[in-house]
């Protein structure tokens, strides 16, 4: 029986697996996966969510299983760009999706890409969200500075530095539901 019989949420602030924060969610949830977690990809390109609020928006059957979804899982990893200095509106979007009956007491781990110097905008501004959400980030948290030298033409990470960061995010993302749980 695996140490963290969990369910984990991937969920990107950029459309496609192949995007920067798309390859970088899919990185941390390979590593959760490996620790013994059962762990799902939310693609916004092959199921978009509406804009909170657009006509039709509330009866969206890609609304209704993402919050299925999210109800379901234990803990989430997320990765949004940094767009003018804070998150993009399709992580935002994502989460105004979300309510505390979703996600109360769960925990996140959360990621950031930046064309730019790196920084915490974006994570923090990520942490105020789940705030209201009464969510649970954990404190190790990774932005990715400069983010175009970050993968190697496959898509793998090319620093050491980061991929251990990466690893100690997604094991105290586990660690941490695994007290809750107990
Ligand atoms: C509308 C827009 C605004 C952006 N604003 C910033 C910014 O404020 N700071 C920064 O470092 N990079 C900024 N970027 C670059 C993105 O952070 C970068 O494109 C993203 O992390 C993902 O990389 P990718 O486009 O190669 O997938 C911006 C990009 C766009 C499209």
Same mark, same amino acid.
């Given at each position: ?7 984990? @949420?991937?969920? &990107?602030? %950029? *459309?496609?697996? #192949?995007?920067?924060?798309? /390859? ?52 989430? @990893?997320?990765? &949004?760009? %940094? *767009?003018?200095? #804070?998150?993009?509106?399709? /992580? ?91």
């Amino acid at each position: 029986m695996s140490n963290y019989p969990f369910k984990v @949420l991937g969920l &990107s602030g %950029e *459309y496609r697996p #192949t995007s920067k924060c798309g /390859m970088l969610v899919n990185h941390a949830l390979n590593i959760a996966e490996s620790l013994g977690a059962e762990v799902h990809f939310w693609d916004l390109d092959v199921k978009p969510l509406p804009l909170v609020g657009e006509d039709g928006c509330w009866e969206n059957e890609n609304v209704k299983e993402f919050q299925e979804l999210a109800t379901q899982c234990d803990a989430f @990893l997320l990765s &949004s760009p %940094e *767009y003018h200095g #804070t998150m993009s509106g399709a /992580m935002k979007n994502t989460l105004d999706w979300l309510y505390s009956k979703h996600v109360k007491g769960k925990v996140f781990g959360l990621m950031s890409t930046l064309g730019g110097a790196q920084n915490s905008n974006t994570l923090n501004h990520m942490r105020i969200s789940l705030r209201w959400l009464h969510a649970w980030p954990v404190p190790e948290q990774l932005a990715i500075g400069k983010v175009k030298e970050a993968f190697d033409d496959d898509g793998n990470l090319i620093h050491d530095d980061i991929k251990e960061r990466l690893e100690n995010l997604v094991k105290s993302v586990l660690n941490t539901t695994k007290k809750f749980s107990e």
